[in-house]
């Protein structure tokens, strides 16, 4: 139920992480794969995958979308006074 994007680099680590401790001993949790996969992070870059680039993307046109919202100035908010 991704929405139709692919699965993020780390995700598929992850997964591949899992179902290697998984053959190997029928009790591995998922919750074991997800602290061994961040052990082994630098095995991480081997694998292919566009999710980074289309992260960057994503975070450019956010971006964006902040400085033009800001180019009219600072927005203040109104303050309660107490009584």
């Known amino acids: 139920m991704n929405g139709g ?12 992480v899992y179902q ?4 190997k001993n029928p009790n591995y949790e998922f919750k074991h794969a997800l602290k061994d996969a961040s052990k082994r992070k630098s095995e991480m870059g081997s694998m292919s995958s566009n999710a980074s ?20 100035g600072k927005r203040h908010r109104k303050t309660h006074r107490r009584h």
Not at 7 to 12: D, E, L
């Open 53 to 72: 680039s289309s992260r960057k993307s994503a975070s450019k046109k956010a971006s964006k979308k902040r400085s033009m919202s800001m180019a009219g």
């Open 20 to 23: 290697e401790g998984k053959s």
């Open 5 to 16: 994007r692919k699965p993020s680099k780390w995700n598929m680590f992850v997964k591949k």
